[in-house]
């Protein structure tokens, strides 16, 4: 998988434990809400327990998922879900995460309560929202398979159904086997001008990508960076394709997923591992508030809390994301997430990390023309 590979245990859990600790209450109070909440009777459904009302979910038979994952991930996931029940159409709309932020945010402020689901790529978002009344409290009984640093604080609001990471990717046929980067400091070679691409500042995995570097080596990271002109897209999808096309040599952020599933197709790429780390970045999930199908929505929720839904996040091809569930398998190949240095914001960095968004989103745009 890797020209150079990195199997250190990882060093840093707090990084994925994503700064909850700044919300309201302290752990205490989230095991006293979510033992408060376990009053509300749960049913087993399938191989799984729900406290959503089923025959109600099914009376709504709908719900609308936001989603910062790719159109083909957000179909498979809403039909993997149908295939267990049958009687809810779930339907999907997917966009970066800062684009999903904004949108959501104006139907609000408008009146307008359209979705049920959402799901962030990055915590810091995920807490504006929460902040900004955005949830609908739901304390599933999946919870208790997840340690607390997963699960919103107090509970109930949003979990985390998955890690995403990103190291560097290279078409064989396009970099000699004397250029293949080893580090991040080697994309700042003169040889990528014009040739390498990244996602565009609505990315939240990008965003935790300029703030882990930027920690790493100083302002003058991304200050040569960007004397290299790369080209910023919105999607993972379209930087694989370019790069198993040969549009780019190198591609800046490129997470494992995309990577395995470009591959699978017999695309001449590679990955590396940096040995300094790799981003990584904690998606988040959670009803949201008014939500116009409220048992639906909670019904899906504690499936993807689920080991069938986090089997589906982490085996799919469009997603291959790492479950932080207790009970989970490993990967696909046999890894786990330990089994990789990820670098993210500690629970004590996340005030500062949050407060850079908008230097980031001024800076990135800059770079790439915007």
Known sequence: MSDSKTTKPITRR?????G??????????????????QAKPATKVLDFTTTADVTKAEQEGEFLFYTHDSEPAGASVVEAFAKDFPKIKGKYLRAQNGALFTKVLAERSAGRYVVDVIQFSEPATALDFQKRGGYMRHVSPQSE???????????????????TFAGICYNTDKVKPEEVPKNWKDLLDPRWQNAMSVKQSTSGLQFVQWFELKKLYGDGYWKEFAKLKPRGFDSRAQLFDRLAKGDDKICGL???????????????????????????????????????????????????????????????????????????????GGTRLRDFKLLAPTAAEMPAYMAAQESFTKE?????GL
């Open 145 to 163: 398979f997840y340690a607390a640093e997963y699960l919103s604080n107090p509970v109930g609001d949003f979990f985390c159904p998955g890690v």
């Open 14 to 18: 707090a990084s994925l434990q994503a």
């Open 254 to 332: 490129a997470e494992l997923a995309g990577y395995l599933l470009q591959k699978e197709k017999g695309a001449h790429i590679a990955f590396i591992t940096p040995p300094d780390g790799l981003p990584a970045s904690t998606l988040w999930n959670g009803v949201v508030d008014k939500a116009p199908h409220p048992e639906a929505a909670k019904l899906f929720v504690d499936w993807l809390m689920s080991p069938r839904g986090q089997n589906h996040y982490q085996t799919n091809p469009f997603f291959y994301y790492g479950s932080v569930r207790k009970d989970a398998p490993p990967m696909p």
């Open 20 to 37: 909850l600790a700044v919300a309201a209450l302290p752990f205490s109070g989230i095991f006293a809400s979510y033992a408060a909440a």
């Open 364 to 368: 990135w745009n800059a770079m790439l």
